[in-house]
Nanobody, 125 residues
Framework: QVQLVESGGGLVQAGGSLRLSCAAS????????LGWFRQTPGKEREFVAGISRSGGNTYYAESVKGRFAISRDNAKNTVYLQMNSLKAEDTAVYFC??????????????????WGQGTQVTVSS
């Protein structure tokens, strides 16, 4: 069983940057594809970015491509989401997720087995 704990959320002005971290425990970190999703009240949780087991493949939602970057450090059991040029519409609770059901990053939410509790990101305009 994998436990995921996010950190790094907060309040930032539009155009600013934040880096989210997600620390994992209780599993073999390098055997999981990892993803970041986000959710706002009344809306479904949406895919943001994903990364393969080795970190060699990444996949982004169109809305964040070119602004966000996902990375992982398998030695530290941690995945990161660097968020630049933030916009008000990026405001959401961001969730870290993991799955052993696929080899490549996927935007399919149901594939992900493990989820963190989420961290709030608020972008003021």
């Amino acid at each position: 069983q994998v436990q995921l704990v996010e950190s790094g959320g907060g309040l930032v002005q539009a155009g600013g940057s934040l880096r989210l971290s997600c620390a994992a425990s209780g599993g073999t970190f390098s055997s999981y594809v990892l993803g970041w999703f986000r959710q706002t009240p009344g809306k479904e949780r949406e895919f943001v970015a994903g990364i393969s087991r080795s970190g060699g493949n990444t996949y982004y939602a169109e809305s964040v491509k070119g602004r966000f970057a996902i990375s992982r450090d398998n030695a530290k059991n941690t995945v990161y989401l660097q968020m630049n040029s933030l916009k008000a519409e990026d405001t959401a609770v961001y969730f870290c997720s993991g799955t052993s059901r696929t080899y490549y990053p996927s935007k399919q939410r149901d594939l992900y087995e493990y989820w963190g509790q989420g961290t709030q990101v608020t972008v003021s305009s």
